[in-house]
């Protein structure tokens, strides 16, 4: 015997679907049970499901999270391009409205999480190297000066 059926959006994962009337008969062969169906919901390889809410890991470039820029992010619509701020920390997050999973019986979505996370560049040229070096000077310079500052008030 084939069952069809419908799956509506937003189901997760270990619920439960009830199917009336199209499980086996009873003991006595008169009217047929109820079909119980135990929804299994694979993992995805990009997206997190949290509920109606998706997470998603992005990854940036250190000068990317430093001078800010834009990157492409997937939803479960497509593509997005999101504005990176000047100055984003690693673990930072961004919400996008309504994105996420439609939520069961309701009009209303979830949302999606992006997740912020910083590649470390581990083999870097002579130049990039006196360029951070540079850099390290400078905000040391800077840390110095505003101890200075504190110390002498």
């Known amino acids: 015997m084939r069952v ?3 799956v509506s959006s937003g189901v997760d994962n270990n619920e439960t679907l009830k199917v009336f009337r199209s ?3 009873d003991p006595d062969g008169n009217q047929p049970g109820d079909l119980y ?4 919901v694979r993992e995805d390889p990009v997206f997190r499901r949290e509920g109606a809410n998706i997470h998603v890991d ?3 470039s250190v000068t ?3 001078l800010g820029g834009t990157i492409q992010v997937p939803t479960l619509t497509g593509d997005v391009v999101l504005k990176v701020r000047p100055g ?3 673990g930072q997050k961004v919400v996008l409205k309504s994105k996420g ?3 069961r019986n309701s009009f209303a979505f979830g949302d999606q999480y992006v997740h912020y996370n910083v590649s470390i560049p581990t083999n870097l040229t002579q130049r990039q190297r006196q360029l ?3 850099f390290a000077k400078e905000e040391q310079g800077e840390y110095d000066r505003h101890a200075a500052a504190g110390a002498s008030r």
Request: hydrophobic fraction near 45%; charged fraction near 15%; avoid cysteine.
């Open 101 to 103: 999973i439609k939520t």
């Open 64 to 66: 990317q999270a430093i």
């Open 37 to 40: 169906v135990t929804i299994k």
């Open 58 to 60: 992005a990854v940036l």
């Open 132 to 134: 951070i070096e540079e």
């Open 23 to 25: 499980g086996g008969a």
């Open 4 to 6: 069809y059926l419908n």
């Open 88 to 90: 984003t920390q690693p």
